[in-house]
């Protein structure tokens, strides 16, 4: 590649790796007000509770992507109003039905998050960044896990939330 085009794919780089550490961030936040009210689905709780884990780490990973490319990683910034629709569909959930809207936006977020390592990956190739490429490609394995796990048990999460939710409506009117 021409290095004036080199330069400017490296700076979009350096930008996506910015959205995506703000884009960790919220995720962290959504993640951690999840599983704080998942007390009667464990093993949901559990499996966020790995991914908040698996997200933090990411966040370091792309603190790391950053320094690769000699930028300074110190100073992030804050996208907290451009993700705030997902905020509120999982972070704010206040209902009874909050672990099946829950697992459908944490899937939905998943997806999000997918396609963004996706064009990561892409860049960095593009802008010569083998080992960026490789830490996003580690990310996006990661992202993919989660989103297959969501869906693969949102039929049992929907039923376990009608069953326990005809029992306590029995048990009101007895
Ligand atoms: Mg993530
Ligand atoms: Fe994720």
Redesign the pocket.
Known sequence: MESKHLEDTQKHLEDWLRDAHAMEKQ?EKMLKAQASRLEHYPQVQQRIEQ?IT??QN?SQKLEQCLTLLGSDSSTFKDMGAQLAAFGQAVGGMMAEDEVVKGSIASFA??QF?IANYKALVKTAEMASQPEIAQLCKEILQ??IA?ADWLSEHLDETTQAFLERSADSDLRSKT
Request: charged share 45%.
């Open positions: 995720a991914h698996e997200t990411q977020f998943e998050e990661e992202e989660m």
